[in-house]
């Protein structure tokens, strides 16, 4: 995930629960189901923004945010790509390993091109997944959880990986790589509060992980819904509005289908839906809330934890790079 400050509910839908269930897994015998690494992309940020003033400021938002949701550095080393060297070393091999035009023709590009309104591309942003395969794969990632979007880029790393395995046997561990699958997440669109576009802290549209209460609820009262519904008892489509699809995620099943029918019936006003909704919101997100705040207390606990991330997966990292080199002969002196 790039550093991009305090993280909002899609950021939660989207990754972090999925990120903490599977680091939570357990197999039929007790023990954990994956070994999981979880990387802070201060490199990948450079692809958009070239201002890194407050990148330190936003890497301890977000690792903030992850502990409080329940990632264990214990279990999961969390650590800053451009504090292991390898990314870079790896990324610049890979980049002999795929063409330009299979990167030009990657839709998530496409896509970027077309929402941020980009006239030129620099470089960079062209290797995004090239450096993405180097993220994965220098940690031998085989399970990468992703929303849809990163589809394509896991696929690409696929192939390098392929091509990597091909070209390069090591003469003791056979294929250096394994060629990962996408672990897609079941909400990886959530809305934003103004419905017309993914939750993102650019469009402004975003419920925070940090937001107390009586923020969600100010944000609610913002968000859109069945715009064919004026009138508190008009009958209202759930499925055309933006609340409902929050509904969906936070209120139980029960509560769901109630609310579809009196919404649908015009016994439920929007004003009293959106109540409902910011309140179970608030109900999930108050331990993490308070985890929050012991964390913003304790900033040194929070850096020593990404310290201590970055030395564990600094040893990772150096041994895939041993391997690679050796595999390659890259260093062999005779
Ligand atoms: P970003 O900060 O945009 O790089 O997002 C990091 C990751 O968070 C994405 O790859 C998604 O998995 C997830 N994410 C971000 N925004 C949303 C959203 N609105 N809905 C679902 N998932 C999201």
């Not at 017309?196 to 993102?200: D, E, G, Q, R, T």
């Not at 069945?226 to 008892?233: E, H, P, S, W």
């Given at each position: 995930m790039r550093p991009t400050g305090k993280l909002h509910l899609g950021h939660y839908t989207g990754a972090l629960e999925n990120w903490v269930g599977q680091q939570n897994q357990l197999t039929e015998t007790g023990e954990r189901a994956y070994e999981t690494c979880f990387l802070i992309a201060d490199y990948h940020?450079?692809?958009?923004?070239?201002?890194?003033?407050?990148i330190y400021q936003h890497t301890m938002d977000m690792l903030i945010d992850w502990l409080a949701c329940g990632i264990d550095p214990e279990k999961s080393p969390l650590f800053r790509q451009s504090q292991v060297k390898e990314h870079a070393e790896l990324f610049l091999l890979f980049a002999m390993l795929i063409t330009s035009s299979r990167l030009e023709r990657n839709p998530t590009l496409k896509e970027q091109v077309r929402d941020l309104n980009m006239d030129s591309l620099i470089y960079g942003h062209l290797g995004y997944p090239v450096l993405q395969a180097a993220d994965i794969l220098l940690y031998k990632g085989n399970v990468v959880p992703v929303g849809e979007d990163q589809i394509p880029h896991v696929e690409i790393t696929r192939e390098i990986a392929r091509k990597f395995n091909n070209h390069y046997p090591h003469p003791l561990v056979g294929e250096v790589f394994p060629e990962p699958e996408p672990k897609i997440t079941k909400f990886s669109r959530l809305l934003g509060l103004d419905g017309?576009?993914?939750?993102?802290k650019s469009l402004g549209n975003t419920i925070l992980l940090a937001d107390g209460p009586d923020e969600v609820l100010k944000k609610m009262r913002t968000a859109v819904t069945?715009?064919?519904?004026?009138?508190?008892?008009d009958p209202g489509r759930p499925e055309v509005c933006t609340v409902f699809s929050y509904h969906a995620r936070f209120s139980s099943p029960e509560e769901l289908d109630a609310i579809a029918e009196e919404c649908r019936s015009g016994a439920l006003g929007c004003v009293d839906c959106k109540k409902r909704c910011a309140a179970n919101i608030s109900l999930e997100l108050a331990p993490i809330l308070e985890k929050r705040r012991y964390y913003e207390t304790h900033l040194g606990l929070v850096k020593t934890i990404l310290l201590e991330g970055e030395v564990k997966a600094r040893a990772i990292a150096s041994r895939t790079m041993q391997e690679v080199r050796s595999a390659m002969k890259l260093g062999e002196t005779i």
């Open positions: 940020n450079l692809t958009t923004s070239l201002d890194t003033s407050e017309k576009a993914k939750m993102s069945d715009t064919q519904k004026v009138r508190k008892n």
